[in-house]
């Protein structure tokens, strides 16, 4: 008789609890919900990007205040890209300009003339990115690739003299 009683109370217990859970869960999901819209509907209002920490768009400067300098002054880049699913070889070839902003430190401490310091190295880094992506990304997500190109040479120089980093021609096959 014990036994069978005891076995009761905790199914009693059991199904007390699940009400329990179950009330919790109405009244708390709701809730965290409008709390969710409410700091999306501010992080909007204030012009905040809820992915915060990205450094790789572009940064507003006036057209007069832009310089814009061409790699590989012309010549275009030849980039083996990476295999896609076919397993086909491809290619891009591809011009890359940067928009660099006069009025920063970096400009004046990196460009002298009309022409950016370790530009070979500016190459090695645009070839690495761009071999890192197959054809049908760089055709869907060319500025996804130029954003990453953008931020890498951000880090590289430790500045954010380079507003854009645009491909006036390319071609990929």
């Not at 070889?89 to 430190?105: F, G, M, P, Q, R």
């Not at 190295?121 to 071999?131: G, L, M, R, T």
């Amino acid at each position: 008789m014990k036994k069978n009683l005891m076995s009761v109370l905790i199914l009693a217990l059991v199904v007390a609890n699940l009400i329990l859970t179950a009330i919790l869960m109405i009244s708390v999901v709701p809730q965290s919900k409008k709390a969710n819209e409410l700091i999306t509907k501010v992080c909007s209002a204030i012009d905040l990007e809820l992915e915060g920490g990205k450094d790789n768009s572009s940064l507003y400067i006036p057209m007069e205040q832009c310089d814009t300098i061409k790699i590989s002054e012309g010549a275009s880049l030849t980039i083996n890209l990476k295999k896609d699913d076919s397993g086909e070889n491809h290619h891009a070839v591809i011009s890359v300009a940067l928009v660099l902003d006069t009025k920063n430190e970096g400009y004046k401490k990196y460009v002298t003339d009309g022409v950016i310091a370790q530009e070979d190295i500016i190459k090695s880094e645009v070839n690495k990115i761009v071999a890192g992506h197959t054809i049908d990304e760089l055709r869907e997500n060319q500025a996804a690739v130029q954003d990453e190109i953008l931020s890498r040479l951000r880090r590289l120089y430790e500045s954010d003299f380079i507003v854009s980093v645009a491909f006036p021609t390319y071609n990929y096959e």
